[in-house]
């Protein structure tokens, strides 16, 4: 009992380094892991998606897929997995973090980054290091797809505008051959520039051991 | 500079003032280019000699007048109209508002025109009583304020704004009264005889922070979203806070002996009439959003429902004595979303004006007064006490910003750092809200006289030397900007899609922030709330409606860069001008901006535009037809832009970001006759052009012909198009060689000459784009591009003929051919 308890411990102290959350952040989401894997060691896609508060997602098929995604992981991998377990989720919700008023300057530019970098690889589908004009119309039919009224040609229309302005503002001479493939990285960078991310892609991890914490499948 | 120009100005002003405020001078009154109401001198009968003696009253007059009938109003329309002069004056030269906030401006005029007041011996005139201010006053400034509230930043900030607002302005009104009283225990500066219920209804008037001017600063140098919209809704809940507070405690100073029952009771009370208010302010909002569904039949009446229903909420709620600038607010807040939704484009456009015309003129007025009143009236001037009241101002507001940030901080996403926290501090000024009520402090008040002048003092203290110091501050300590104009299509996206994933996240992970509460909101309103209020309820994606927006601007891209030298359209040419000149634009007026285009494009422009702008009204989604439209002139502006020529224009302006083409470049010398291949993407690109073969081009006849395609196809979509404007433009087809601007037919005329500009290039488009809703018909003949959906990209015209009912006529066809 009380090795196990030290063990656990251990285990937290360690994902806190890892992740930077707090050990109270992270026992707050091993609760609600277990809670939506059943108990089981691990997650699957089907587990996430039972979750009744993500069905009106218009993304969620995105959102979720980023959790099983390696490059999500810190790591230098590309694929997919099949399941994840608890440090895996850690780690995507890691991207999340708010800063401190205690974050440096290139700390919170290094977040940035990390952050940009995880809304690239919800486009980039096919994990090739571009977003094809393709994967963007994707992702803005399903971000238009719950206000029923616009037709798949308007979101086509809206898709091919921004792309249209990505190619502007990334290569101002084009030369006659040449083809705007899709959005690298850099060029995502590049067009998201002035956006503030700061109140956009945070979340407020509770401390404290919220009452709420089970409403997510209970409510609707 | 800056102090010479003003000074000019106010000289200018003294000497219109002097005009007509001394008659005697009537006499040398060159012509000046002022109105002609100032002839007449707005003068009581009873102070200044009167230039018309009234000698022949026996008989029949043949001239008579009757000043004092007219005498308040009159008075009231010549203050007005002198503030306003003042604010033309100072943007005459418009650096110096950049660097003197206009209140401290106005206050100077203010002074000088009390001096010359005082000089004369004249009084002010005395239409500031209480009532007035409350009653007339105060609801066009809260209502300028409440309507122009950024909603999504400031239900987003909703706790830490309410936060600074009730228990800021608790804290520092019980700072700063209990340290006076503190004060006044002091025999040295003789004031021993304020009482702390006075000394507490004094701090309460000065607790009132009005930050115009730093809201203006803040907007110049865009600093971040979080600190700018605590301020202003700051600013905008504490006036309610205080005028509360001002109530209870001008009550409470009435009063003989405080039980610690009654301070219960002022609790309470405190929460009855803030939480009362804002329930009618709800209320009203939720009637008035419901009458303009009904309103589409008297569209000319639409907005004094806004206005209506607001002043009665304000009415309403100072009926019952709870806090009506509570109600006024809510009632603004609650019924724009919908209103705006329900209400034509020009209604809009009215309500946006008026509604900012009262705040401002009340405002102006105000300050303008704050600095005449300085003048006339007879000061009590107590060293000890107004240092004091200057010093705990100042450091409770401080502490206050210390303090509460300390406690907001743990629940804010984002904390305030210490910069943010000077800002909030800093941008403390005290405005006209304080010295109405200072001035409209009832007459039992034993140091009336003295809290008056502590108040002028703290104002112009704050407004002129905190006013001016701090854009050079907030730029010296570089506080966090917020890049807040960034107007693209992918921003967009972006922003929503950030939205999205944060609150599927949060789902996820069982934690909810406002995200979750706004996607529940949300929900709500689409399903419950749109329906009842709205008449065509169906909702909008705001990726759409910024969409449609940037379709807007860049057609009035094209239009400006068209119609530049075009005389009749000169409205058109200023309103370009001036967003030229909006280095910094005023976000409020952004909307009110566009709405003004699209008033302008629906008068001037020929029909597509109409189409266009039908298509832009917010409270219609498109048909078909219309999404039809859209989509050729969005494929028609891609391909244009995608083509190398546009990509190489080095002298494209950088705001052409949807590549309208620039007038006055011809396309024909930048085009390579290479192919531009597009490998990928085949369905989409293939409505994308292929200008492969030159030859089509160089007839010049039938490019010509061509040119005016677009003109022809977009004016069938729209039934009505009327003949004359067909017969222009065969007209101008005819004559493609000159350039003729007419007067009478800007619209259509102005457009042309672009369009010829890029003959072969919108021959292309036409083509291409008559393609898209031709299907693909007439592919038969063309080169084949290397995609497999054969794009056919050059129209017969016989296409067009048996597509276009209008086309039929028989006129066009000679022409064509």
């Not at chain 1, 894997?37 to 995105?62: F, V, Y």
């Not at chain 2, 203050?79 to 004056?89: C, E, Y």
């Not at chain 2, 401006?105 to 009390?114: D, N, R, Y």
């Amino acid at each position: 009992m009380g090795a196990a308890q030290t063990r656990t411990e251990n285990k937290y102290q360690d994902l806190a380094e890892k992740t930077g959350f707090s050990q109270e952040q992270i026992k707050n989401l091993h609760k609600r892991f277990q809670y939506l894997s059943g108990d089981e060691e691990t997650i699957s896609r089907d587990d996430l998606r039972k979750i009744p508060a993500l069905a009106n997602n218009p993304i969620r098929k995105q959102i979720i897929e980023a959790f099983f995604d390696k490059r999500n992981q810190h790591q230098d991998e590309v694929g997919s997995f099949q399941e994840i377990g608890f440090e895996q989720f850690l780690m995507v919700m890691s991207h999340f973090r708010p800063p401190t008023l205690k974050t440096t300057d290139e700390e919170r530019e290094a977040m940035r980054r990390e952050k940009l970098r995880f809304l690239f690889n919800m486009h980039d589908t096919d994990s090739d290091g571009t977003i094809t004009l393709e994967e963007y119309r994707k992702v803005v039919e399903e971000l238009l797809s719950k206000s029923g009224s616009i037709g798949q040609e308007a979101a086509k229309a809206i898709a091919d505008a921004a792309m249209l302005e990505v190619a502007s503002t990334n290569v101002p001479h084009m030369g006659p051959d040449d083809f705007y493939e899709g959005i690298t990285f850099e060029h995502f960078e590049q067009i998201l520039k002035g956006l503030e991310m700061e109140s956009r892609m945070h979340i407020r991890f509770l401390d404290v051991d919220a009452p709420t914490m089970h409403c997510g499948k209970s409510k609707s | 500079m800056d102090f010479t120009f003003s000074r000019r100005t106010g000289v200018l002003l003294i000497i219109w003032i002097v005009f007509s405020v001394l008659p005697c001078c009537n006499g040398e009154v060159p012509s000046k280019p002022t109105s002609g109401v100032t002839i007449v001198p707005p003068i009581k009968p009873d102070n200044g000699p009167q230039a018309y003696p009234d000698a022949e009253k026996a008989n029949l007059p043949v001239f008579t007048m009757d000043y004092p009938r007219i005498q308040i109003p009159f008075e009231v329309t010549l203050w007005v109209l002198l503030a306003s002069f003042a604010k033309i004056g100072f943007h005459v030269y418009h650096k110096i508002t950049v660097w003197v906030p206009e209140s401290c401006l106005l206050i100077s005029i203010g002074l000088i025109v009390g001096a010359i007041m005082h000089s004369v011996n004249e009084e002010p005139p005395a239409v500031l009583t209480s009532n007035v201010f409350f009653l007339y006053m105060l609801p066009p400034i809260v209502l300028d304020s409440g309507y122009f509230m950024p909603t999504r930043p400031f239900f987003e900030n909703i706790g830490t704004v309410l936060w600074f607002a009730v228990v800021g302005t608790l804290w520092n009104s019980i700072g700063i009264g209990m340290s006076l009283f503190a004060i006044c225990q002091i025999e040295a500066f003789g004031v021993q005889d304020i009482n702390l219920q006075e000394n507490l209804l004094f701090a309460s008037i000065i607790s009132a922070v009005d930050p115009v001017a730093v809201l203006n600063v803040f907007e110049d140098v865009s600093v971040n979203e979080q600190l700018y919209i605590v301020v202003f809704g700051e600013c905008l809940f504490n006036d309610a806070v205080t005028v509360v507070l001002y109530n209870m405690f001008n009550f409470v100073a009435e009063m003989p002996v405080v039980e610690p029952v009654d301070v219960f009771l002022g609790v309470a009370r405190f929460f009855v009439v803030g939480l009362g208010g804002m329930g009618f302010g709800i209320l009203f909002g939720f009637v008035a959003a419901f009458t303009t569904r009904f309103t589409s039949k008297v569209r000319e009446i639409e907005p004094l429902f806004i206005f209506m229903y607001s002043y009665l909420a304000y009415l309403v709620a100072e009926l019952f004595a709870i806090s009506s600038i509570m109600a006024i607010v809510t009632c603004a807040l609650t019924m724009k979303y919908y209103v705006e939704e329900n209400v034509s484009q020009r209604s809009c456009t009215t309500i946006r004006h008026v509604v900012k015309m009262l705040g401002s003129i009340s405002e102006t007025l105000i300050f303008f007064f704050l600095g005449v009143v300085t003048i006339t009236t007879e000061h009590e001037w107590n060293w000890g006490y107004i240092l004091f009241t200057l010093l705990f101002a100042f450091v409770w507001r401080g502490l206050g910003v210390l303090v509460l940030t300390q406690i907001i901080n743990p629940f804010r996403t984002i904390p305030f750092n210490l910069k943010d926290q000077f800002g909030l501090a800093y941008g403390g000024l005290r405005g006209a809200i304080s010295f109405a009520l200072a001035f409209t402090l009832p007459d039992n008040i034993g140091r009336r006289q003295l809290f008056i002048t502590a108040t002028i003092a703290i104002i112009l203290f704050t407004v002129f030397l905190q006013g001016i110091s701090i854009r050079p501050l907030i730029e010296l300590i570089n506080v966090r900007r917020t890049n807040r104009n960034l107007d693209t299509i992918n921003a967009e996206i972006h922003c929503r899609l950030m939205e999205h994933t944060i609150a599927g996240i949060e789902d996820l992970c069982g934690q909810w922030s406002h995200f979750y509460w706004k996607d529940k909101f949300m929900k709500f309103n689409n399903r419950i709330l749109r329906r009842i209020l709205i008449r065509d309820s169906r909702a909008e994606s705001s990726i759409v409606a910024l969409y449609k927006k940037l379709e807007l601007q860049n057609a009035m891209e094209i239009l400006d860069t068209v119609s530049g030298d075009i005389s009749a359209a000169p409205s058109i040419v200023s309103l370009y001008e001036e967003k030229k000149n909006a280095g910094k634009p005023k976000k409020m007026f952004l909307a009110a901006d566009l709405r003004n285009m699209h008033d302008i494009l629906s008068k001037n422009m020929y029909k597509i535009r109409q189409r266009t702008v039908a298509f832009t009204g917010k409270h219609a989604l498109p048909n078909d037809t219309q999404t039809k439209e859209i989509l050729i002139r969005r494929h028609a502006s891609i391909r244009r832009s995608l083509r190398p020529g546009s990509f190489q224009t080095t002298k494209v302006p950088k705001s052409h970001k949807y590549f309208s083409l620039p007038a006055g470049q011809s396309l024909d010398s930048k085009f390579p006759p290479g192919r531009q291949s597009f490998t990928g993407d085949q369905e989409t690109m293939s409505e994308v052009a292929y200008p492969t073969r030159r030859s089509r081009f160089s007839q010049p006849t039938r490019s010509s012909s061509r040119a005016m395609m677009p003109l022809r196809r977009l004016d069938t979509l729209k039934e009505a198009s009327s003949i004359d404007i067909l017969d222009e433009i065969k007209d101008d087809g005819a004559k493609v060689g000159r350039s003729v601007p007419r007067t009478n037919s800007s619209s259509s005329d102005s457009r042309l000459p672009a369009r010829r500009h890029f003959h072969s290039s919108s021959d292309n488009d036409n083509g291409s784009s008559d393609n898209f809703r031709n299907v693909h018909h007439e592919a038969e003949g063309e080169e084949q591009p290397p995609s497999p959906p054969p794009p056919a990209w050059a129209v017969e015209p016989r296409d067009n003929t048996v597509r276009n009912p209008l086309l039929r006529r028989p006129q066009w066809n000679p022409k064509k051919m």
